[in-house]
């Protein structure tokens, strides 16, 4: 064992490195020793206690660069998150910081283009156009550039190959380079050696820029001389890359946010300007104003209703080839030239005209979003003068539903013909619906409720503060979730509908709505407002609502394919079901009630699931299933009974 080295020699390391003397202060303590004539074990002594000095100094050094590292990277966070910006400045930003976090010589941010966005894999994608050196291969698009000296500055589109960016988004975790041109691991591309060599760069590192564990894009430091990189760098930059995807996602959720309620904040001024009596040149202004560009409304006759601004003169066979394929895809589309668009006026498969938009810049997705909006208000304005009539009319319509409302025992040959004068059938079958509005609108649900019920060729009235519609149809909860979708973002504010039925002649329209409002006021009970639905839908609470008590609608409803199963087969499905429930849920003792083997039970549950749906052990579908067994044996036992003897 080695002895430990002098009080001397260790006491003079001890002051060197108390002082923070640099490492080769240490070594120079035994030259010193061995030139005035130390002898050999003084020497031993003296460089042992110097290689442990440059141990603790070493390990000083790294604790002191982690602390650094981590100051930095710190400050970075607090930079980076302290005030939403643009994210092309936060990238920007990012890479700023991200040159200086290495004191290194540049450093860029690349995303990749549309098209070539990262696969589940997390590769790029190849559906990139080509490279400017003929391969084709994904783009990635320089978004900030910090250090240039030469041609790679933002914009500018590179080729995805095997190189440290690629593997980065593979991987990724970072991957570095001493020597980029020399390395013979990285997969050569003209493009990206050319900007290599004009920006004088040899190391490179590609940290990638992660949403939670998918990369996004990459961050790139580079020096213009050969450096390796410690593993605390790269744990470093690793960090920093995180940090940075972390900021860039959230700028991108603030800056959807941001959209979304502008976009919200259009659609309520649209909405207002159409309810407070607007017309098409207001709705063309205010248009104008949200895409800042020149608007102008054409019905689908190519007839000039309204103008905004100064549209560039466009030949009408033009504008009508975009016209088309607005109204062919349901949403605007751009034109071939001019920096036009054209977006369709329209509801469901009626044309009612094509809205050109000639914007002062770029439309962006969410101008997209706007434009839609505002063809909505113009489809609504264009039905209200279309259906003008019909609304001068509403009146008698409204009448008619209240008398059908009050007056079940009418002449149904009478109302039929006072029906058809106003263009609606009843032969039909009908459902009724009404539709509660959560705030106090009761003029704006007028006036909108008039025009869906003509639409729909249908009859409308207003009673105790809700809209009920008499609408031909047979699935009254698909007629209240249509009737909702269209209500609610109009109003801006939630609505709650029910809806009854189907109803065959007017005599059943009374019962129908009553049993249309008990829905209604279960619905509010349970404490869905805001919601659409049907009594059919309530299950068993349906069944209680219902005026009828269709018990045996309800059993079918439940049961129907078991029980004809059952009769078709002459099989013991349903005595088998009851009593799997009779034995507490357990095929064990079900099996003993029926005296039969546990797999015959077992096989007769999963004929069961296929019958009735894979659900019915769920506890509220259950719960329904045992109701209509019990409603099932009861009435098999009242109507089998005999009669007594008087």
């Not at 001890?14 to 080769?24: F, H, I, N, R």
């Not at 939670?212 to 605390?232: E, K």
């Not at 005209?353 to 000639?358: E, S």
């Not at 006021?521 to 609502?545: C, I, K, P, W």
């Amino acid at each position: 064992m080695s002895q430990e080295p002098t009080r001397d020699a260790s006491s003079a390391v001890l002051e060197l490195l108390a002082a923070g003397a640099p490492a080769d202060r240490l070594t120079s303590l035994v030259d010193e020793a061995r030139h005035r004539g130390a002898d050999a074990a003084e020497l031993a002594e003296l460089e042992r206690a110097a290689r442990l000095g440059l141990s603790i100094s070493s390990r000083w050094e790294r604790h002191r660069q982690r602390e650094s590292g981590l100051s930095t990277l710190l400050e970075a966070a607090r930079d980076l998150g302290a005030v939403h910006q643009p994210e092309s400045a936060l990238v920007q930003a990012i890479a700023r910081r991200a040159r200086l976090l290495l004191g290194l010589d540049m450093a860029y941010v690349c995303f990749p283009e549309e098209g070539g966005q990262a696969d589940e894999g997390g590769q790029l994608g190849q559906g990139g156009p080509a490279g400017r050196d003929g391969q084709g291969a994904a783009q990635v698009r320089v978004r900030a550039s910090d250090g240039r000296i030469a041609t790679l500055d933002v914009g500018l589109t590179l080729p995805v190959c095997q190189g440290p960016g690629s593997m980065a988004m593979t991987d990724p975790v970072p991957f570095w380079t001493a020597d980029y041109l020399t390395d013979e691991r990285i997969e050569r591309s003209a493009v990206v050696d050319e900007v290599i060599r004009a920006e004088g760069l040899h190391t490179v590192m590609a940290v990638p820029l992660n949403r939670q564990t998918r990369p996004f894009g990459v961050l790139h430091i580079a020096a213009r001389s050969v450096r390796h990189f410690t593993a605390d760098e790269v744990a470093l930059m690793s960090a920093y890359g995180e940090l940075a995807g972390a900021t860039v996602e959230r700028a991108r959720l603030l800056d959807r946010s941001a959209a979304l309620r502008e976009s919200g904040d259009a659609h309520a001024k649209m909405l207002q300007l159409v309810l407070g009596g607007g017309d098409l040149n207001e709705v063309a202004e205010e248009t104008s104003k949200l895409l800042d560009g020149a608007v102008r409304i054409c019905g689908s006759d190519g007839v000039v209703l309204a103008t905004a601004g100064e549209v560039p003169e466009v030949e009408w066979e033009h504008a009508a080839a975009g016209a088309l394929d607005a109204h062919g895809a349901c949403h605007p589309v751009p034109l071939d030239e001019d920096d036009m668009w054209a977006a369709p006026i329209c509801t469901g498969t009626v044309d009612l005209g094509t809205v050109l938009v000639h914007p002062n810049r770029p439309l962006t997705d969410n101008g997209v979003q706007l434009l839609g909006f505002a063809t909505q208000a113009m489809a609504v304005l264009l039905l209200l003068e279309n259906s003008r009539a019909a609304i001068a009319e509403g009146q008698v319509r409204d009448d008619l539903l209240d008398e059908l409302l009050t007056h079940p025992d009418l002449s149904p040959k009478k109302i039929r013909t006072r029906a058809r004068r106003l263009g609606v059938e009843l032969d039909g079958p009908h459902v009724v619906v009404v539709a509660r509005p959560e705030e106090e609108t009761p003029a704006r649900a007028s006036v909108w409720a008039a025009s869906y019920a003509y639409r729909k060729s249908g009859l409308k009235s207003m009673r105790h503060g809700t809209a009920v519609f008499l609408l031909p149809g047979t699935d009254p909860g698909a007629a209240a979730r249509a009737l909702s979708g269209e209500l609610a973002p109009l109003l801006g504010h939630p609505v709650t509908v029910a809806a009854s039925g189907p109803v065959a002649d007017p005599a059943g329209v009374r019962h129908g709505y009553q049993e249309a409002v008990r829905c209604l006021e279960a619905m509010t009970a349970l404490g869905a407002v805001g919601r659409a639905g049907s009594a059919g839908e309530l299950g068993f609470l349906g069944l209680l609502l219902s005026e009828s008590h269709d018990a045996e609608g309800y059993i079918e409803s439940v049961l129907g394919p078991l029980l004809a199963y059952d009769e078709q087969r002459l099989s013991e499905l349903t005595q088998t079901l009851e009593a799997f429930f009779e034995a507490g849920a357990s095929p064990t003792y079900a099996a003993r009630r029926l005296h039969v083997h546990p797999n015959t039970v077992a096989r007769r549950l999963e004929r069961i699931s296929e019958l009735v749906g894979h659900d019915w052990q769920q506890p509220g579908r259950a719960l329904e299933v045992q109701l209509a067994l019990r409603l099932f044996r009861i009435r098999s036992h009242l109507v089998g009974r005999e009669p007594e003897p008087s």
